[in-house]
């Protein structure tokens, strides 16, 4: 199962994204390539606020089985899912895709005990609002867009870099503990770490 989760660390995904972005920008598809970039920073950057929220909150919210989000699982669906919308035509596969990804890598984060399903359920969620935004705002594919050139850089990005990791998680962790200390918000008596 660390195989296949390993797909989705930041390790992967972060030059995955860079490595498209620069991609769609190089053959010209600026619309695409803005709409990639949004697409990934607003997925991001929301898993970051609900990440940062659950861990600073958790002891003090009567939630129990939500602690931290699935990031693995909303980077899974949004690349996977963005990725096919702007190489693909048909737009209800880049969903069917993001759906595919998010069960794949959800299964794979559940049987490893890295979350609940609820916290699975959550980061797929984020991930396939992240592709969907990427579908509206992109738009099209252009027809000179070099699709098998990307796939082929995606695919060697991903050879490269898995099982590489990177320690995003504790120190979301620690900044969600400091944050709560420093807003005085949700603080419990210990850090929940």
Known sequence: MTFITDFADQAVILPLVLAIGISLLVQGWHRGAAAWA?????????MLALKLAFL??????????IHTPSGHVAAAAVVAGGLAAVLSR????????????????GG???????????????????????????????????????????????VAVVVIF???????EAHIRGTAWRLAR???????????L
């Open 90 to 105: 048909r737009r209800h596969a880049a969903l069917l895709l993001a759906l595919l990804a998010a069960a794949v890598i």
């Open 56 to 65: 600073a909150c958790s002891s003090s919210l009567d939630v129990t089985n």
């Open 182 to 192: 420093a807003l005085a918000v949700c603080q419990s008596d210990e850090p929940r």
């Open 162 to 168: 898995h099982g590489f990791h990177l320690p995003a």
């Open 108 to 154: 794979s984060r559940l049987a490893l005990g890295a979350h609940s399903l609820a916290e699975v359920v959550i980061g797929a969620l984020v991930g396939l609002a992240g592709a969907l935004s990427l579908l509206v705002l992109a738009g099209r594919p252009p027809p000179g867009l070099g699709a098998r050139r990307i796939a082929v850089l995606a």
């Open 38 to 46: 949004a697409a990934i920073l607003g997925t991001f950057g929301s």
